[in-house]
């Protein structure tokens, strides 16, 4: 295990020597920038130009950084875009429900939670940036797995097969299915005893579900009518938020006469 995250902090130190000033380098450079043998270095640029991430070129034999890199920062530009526009409609959202506010995104069988606003009453839900929890659990996990591929939503009811009971499987197949229709999902002790959340997708210009606007706070204060005081205001938000990405309820309504 060692090695293997050694390797990784040496790819990522041989990516970061490529700067403006030097975008292209040859294995005796970036020997030398990181410290590490030639041979070292030339191993790992292979494992890098198997992936895309760098490239090398055949006449002189330098390196440059690889095209995948590009579309990996354009990932991370649509996520900085997202919490430029998301943070005041967020902050709006904290002030009118009391409760805690934040973002999560779907990172492969995980959700990961890119930003948050935390509640201002004493007795309060802190969600954590970074942490990553699993997709069927949870107001923001289920949502973004309901609105998820095909695919990915196999991939976890098949790992929950023989973990969960049969019957909270078929329940949460169901629910997923609900969430889709209804627009939103909710949680009451579910994932963590004494809490819960409501949660709304974030769509981009093309309609797609690119993360979840989620409140989220002790289960002591989600009473029925609050609860539906938090779904209006969560759904008023997210499209707010899906808006100023791009995204119009004509195209969902086009998309769902297909």
């Known amino acids: 295990m060692g090695e293997t995250v050694r390797s990784v902090e040496r790819a990522i130190d041989i990516l970061t020597c490529f700067t403006m000033e030097e975008p292209i380098l040859t294995v005796p450079m970036i020997s030398q920038k990181v410290g590490l043998t030639k041979s070292t270095v030339f191993r790992l640029l292979t494992s890098l130009e198997a992936k895309g991430m760098v490239e090398k070129i055949p006449s002189t034999h330098e390196y440059k950084l690889g095209i995948r890199l ?12 997202l919490l430029d526009i998301a943070k005041p409609i967020m902050k709006g959202l904290a002030d009118k429900t009391q409760e805690t ?4 995104i779907a990172q492969g069988m995980n959700r990961i939670c890119i930003d948050k606003i935390d509640g201002n009453q004493v007795l309060r839900k802190v969600s954590e940036i970074g942490q990553s929890l699993p997709l069927h ?11 998820s591929d095909p695919d990915t939503i196999t991939k976890v009811l098949r790992e929950q097969r023989g973990v969960m009971p049969e019957a909270a499987l078929n329940h949460l197949k169901i629910e997923l ?22 949660s709304a997708p974030i769509k981009d210009y093309t309609g797609k579900v690119i993360a979840g606007l989620t409140v989220s706070g002790p289960l002591i204060r989600f009473t029925e009518e609050k609860v539906e005081f938090f779904v209006k205001e969560v759904l008023e938000s997210s499209f ?16 769902n006469q297909l």
């Open 70 to 81: 590009l579309s990996i920062g354009n990932v991370v530009q649509s996520s900085l875009e």
């Open 101 to 104: 506010v934040n973002i999560n």
């Open 137 to 147: 659990k949870g107001a923001s996990g289920k949502l973004l797995l309901a609105f």
């Open 177 to 198: 299915l609900d969430i889709r229709e209804r627009g939103y999902a909710t949680s009451f002790s579910e994932r963590l005893e004494g809490t819960a959340s409501v």
């Open 240 to 255: 707010r938020i899906s808006k100023s990405l791009g995204y119009s309820r004509e195209m969902n309504n086009s998309a």
